[in-house]
């Protein structure tokens, strides 16, 4: 079944079924369903119908469903649900959503949720929420399956059963010793394909790769990407297990990580929700500070220009090519950032490598300069008088690109080795920053040319 | 243990190993690491050395390493390896790892390779080999688990052992009859906490989400994401399973698209390889096309102003604030496309919503732009002769600001609509484009602007 196709189809039903209160259906509606296609349908619907919905099925069901609603919209909807009911849905969801959730909440609705809730639970959040954000302890679980070293095979299966409704993922089992200490791994492949009365100890695989609680998600995420992995453990500074990423969530965090990229580098500091989802008053916001940056950074370019115009010459053809000039250069700045802002933000490079992508880039500049500079001479000599003028700028353009190229390639890396995101350093400041300097070389080339042709 | 610092410490041990051709402790260095952790290590070495290392162990593992390492990596290599052996680790090779190989390795070597191969592998090979790139078919492997769905839970987990050594996932179980209809699907953790005597037919969900073999991998992709799946079924028009994609090599699948979506907004072609592992001349010709693309358009600007310019006046004070009004229009642009070219690719918005869009656009645009004018006018009289000037550059930043921004909104949904990847319409084109119009709308403006003051 196609999933896009679902939605259109059932909820014209589910409004009807919710007219006539049908109890069974509405049941139905939410247990026959994927939870992620019944949340996708309910979204489309207000917060106090929705939990009209959701108050028909159990408590499991309900927290899964509940768990496929955006943020923003699981937000809302808690303030539909009253006390003892939202106790029972916050206690079934997964430790890690419900983390989520409980940090987007007003502070004081959380206050007031959590003496309702089970001790053990309330430890739990607690500790999660303790964690910075974007750390690996952010976005982990708790409920992972751990085991014993000394049972056999067949001991393990059982036990993986008892624990199996509780943990988010029971296909890759950690084992530990009384103090937690990691020891060891099996998956259930590996159990299932094993004959009963091996013991965990002898099959298990010893060289764990784990992350820190403390580490970044992406590095978290990309780790998962690379191995391959289901769920990667987290431990503690003392190698206690702590909690598991699975591998779901370390999609979400590369999609948001991406995204945000992206976001930096078009000049819009990041957003927390969905474009749609966001208020245009906090949009504004994202978007204006780096506009008055930006505009800042022209200012300077209006100044500077505003020293050679004063000086008079030249001025009324070189107005013709100022965009041209300057394009070029931001263009190929643009291009060298977007480049090398991936490559780190993927771990390809290191900042090791500066060296050699400075070498790379000036060699990519001048290859790239050399090319739009004959293409600006033989378009230029159309609309300018004299033919030196048509060599200045493409003069300009080489330079200008050799200057965008070094600048875009070395910011992100000098933004990096400072331990500042290199993605801060956006496009359009980059193109900003070559602007400045474009202009200044611009005029003085037009100068000297000047000057040795009168 | 921390992967990065594996490889500092191993290649040492890893070269002296080599160098005494000790065949035990090279053996014992590909079985006990983890294949990724090996394969990074062997990253390192040259091709000849590396194959010199994987000969020590069996073909499983083998196979296991050869898919850890970077694709272009793993096409040298095949060069170092002679005939039989190759063939041996073909046919170890997950089904989809092994065709993309194949379709990177030159057409001669694979016309030489395949008549070696068992001829089961060969038309599973030619069956994949003949979807679309970017298609389901193109990421999915036909290495699932299924089953039939008359039998108990009992006989199903013993099936299922006897499948697992050939199967890229058993945690997921497809239900199929004997043409291969998609009937429903089991997870390996629902039969393990079933009774043993329980028939598939009442465990299984019926409701099964899937994939066309067609879809856009994409699509598949956002699937997995969405509904948090270890793997989704592939099928074909007569719902006839025909594969599954995995959660590991969706999530190679969102990390590329959105490296791909990054690297055209920032005006390069997207690159198949890595930054570093691409060629120079590769490099160049993909930047290349877009600089002249957009000297093309900044040309068009230089004409719109060259026809001011030779109607005189206005033009010294003009040129210094030209880059600040065009850089203005074009950042506001950048910002507009980058969040809906984002909004498109994640499907949380659609072209039905494109008034909805637009409108917002226009708000955000007087917004952010009568914001930018008051700023620009407040600074610029500082530079200009007249209050007037400054009056000027000020109306431009604000009618410039939301030609930006419903250009660089309404743009990507056009090419949308078009059925062409929005992700196109680079944030530099926008800039240019916005160039154009807002060259004509500055110099319009100031010449009603200096009639009305005279």
New interface residues.
Partial sequence: ???SMINSLLLPDLRQMLEEDDGPALKEFCE???P??AAEVLGDLNTDATWQVLTHCGPETQAEIFGFLPLPYQVQLVKSIDGPQLTRLIEEMPADDRVDLLERMEPDAVDALLPLLAHAERRDIRKLLSYPEYSAGSIMTTEYASLPAEITVKEA?ER??KQ??SRET??YVYVTDEERHLRGFVS??DM??AKPDTKLEQLM?T??????VDDDQEHVAL??????F?AIPVVDNQNRLVGIVT??D???V??EE??E???R????AP?ED???DTS?LT??WK??I???I??GA??L???V??FF?SEGGG??????????V???G???G??S????I??LA?R??AQG?AR?ICL?EM??GS??GA??AC??IL??TV?VEFYWQAMVVGSTVFLV?ILGTVVGAMLPIGFKSLGVDPALMS??LI??LV?VLG?ILYYNIARIAEAAVT
């Fill in positions: 079944m196609v999933s026959a369903l994927h992620g296609v299966l993986v059963r199996a409704p029971i296909y259930l492949r299932i394909l695989e060289d764990v790769i784990s992350v820190r780790e998962i990407a690379k191995y391959d289901i591998h779901d370390a999609a979400d590369l999609v991406a995204t990229d992206q976001q580098q078009g000049a819009v957003l969905s474009y749609l245009l949009l504004a978007r204006g780096w506009l008055v930006l505009l022209a200012f370019t209006a100044y220009i505003s115009v001025v009324t053809w070189m107005a013709m090519f100022l965009p041209l300057l394009a070029s931001g263009n190929a643009s291009q950032a977007t480049l090398i991936q490559a993927l390809e490079t490598d050699r790379r060699m990519m290859l790239l090319g739009l293409l600006a378009t230029a609309l690109v496009n359009p193109a900003a602007d202009v």
